[in-house]
């Protein structure tokens, strides 16, 4: 969403304790936090929702091989 955008480029985010993990070909980004946008009109968002990571398939090809070896968290 346009509001979460604005957020993030505000810094008002935060990774800590979020992962990503990959679900029937997608990779999705889970427990992380962005705040509400302060000028956003409506409702605005979830701040903590699972979202879903726009990957072109060679990158999602390229993680998921990564993954495969040994030690390789995501």
């Known amino acids: 969403e346009g509001s ?3 957020s993030l480029r505000d810094g008002k985010a935060n990774l800590k304790d979020s992962f990503a993990h990959i ?3 997608e990779v999705f980004l889970v427990g992380a936090y962005i705040a509400p946008y302060s000028f956003s ?3 605005g968002h ?3 929702r699972t ?3 726009l990957l072109h398939r060679h990158e999602i090809d390229r993680v998921t091989g ?3 070896e ?4 995501l």
């Open 23 to 25: 679900r029937d070909g």
């Open 46 to 48: 979830d701040p903590e």
């Open 70 to 73: 040994k030690g390789l968290t």
């Open 4 to 6: 979460e955008v604005k």
């Open 41 to 43: 009109r409506g409702g």
């Open 51 to 53: 979202r879903k990571l």
């Open 66 to 68: 990564s993954l495969a």
